[in-house]
């Protein structure tokens, strides 16, 4: 099952998120300040994190610098009601996936994960097409950041053998196709 982190000061945003996220069959972990998100964000892995960017205390765009500096690389979808186009290039420039701004819907936010669903479905494409190729230096990047986003994809395990496989190590390709097998 999917997993998300939503970090909104504001209550009613927080259950929206959290009524929406669940319609989509994502777990969902809450978090009402920017302290709270990165004791959450340092203790597990989500798929994706909708980050308010005006908070008390830590800003999302702090949490999304410290994330940054971490190397999480999990896709971050700005949320503000103070939609202003300098926040949305540095946010987008620091590495967000998208800004969302209030009063948005329920429409929207799924919009919004459906786009993020295609885009990692377009990099494994990418990096699958890469393998058929036999350009395995090129593809094991995609697929390691990829990993890193979605760690309990089946198929980027799958693909992951097949890199190791094409770069001559065996026992790292092995332990990649079991652990596809294994998540099937």
């Known amino acids: 099952m999917k997993k998300a982190l939503v970090v909104d000061d504001t209550k009613s945003i927080r ?9 989509k ?10 302290t709270a998100a990165i004791e959450m964000l340092e203790s597990h892995t989500y ?24 190397g999480i690389t999990t896709p971050v979808v700005i949320i503000t009601a103070f939609a202003t186009v300098k926040n949305a290039v540095e946010c987008t420039q620091m590495g967000a996936f998208a800004y969302l701004q209030k009063p948005f819907t329920v429409e929207k936010i799924h919009r919004l994960l459906e786009q993020l ?9 990418e990096a699958g097409l890469l393998l058929g ?20 994809n089946p198929e980027i395990y799958r693909l992951l053998g097949i890199a190791y496989g094409l770069s001559g190590q065996p ?14």
Do not use: C
């Open 15 to 23: 259950l929206l998120m959290l009524k929406s996220l669940e319609l």
């Open 25 to 34: 069959n994502y777990t969902v972990a809450l978090a009402d300040k920017g």
């Open 47 to 70: 798929d994706v994190v909708f980050l308010d960017i005006k908070m008390p205390g830590l800003s999302g765009k702090q949490v999304l610098g410290w994330m940054v500096q971490q």
């Open 117 to 125: 669903e295609s885009s990692r479905a377009s990099s494994l494409h």
């Open 133 to 152: 190729q036999g350009d395995w230096e090129k593809a094991l990047p995609i697929l390691s950041s990829a990993l890193a986003d979605s760690p309990a």
């Open 171 to 184: 026992e790292q390709a092995l332990k990649f196709q079991r652990a596809s097998e294994i998540m099937k």
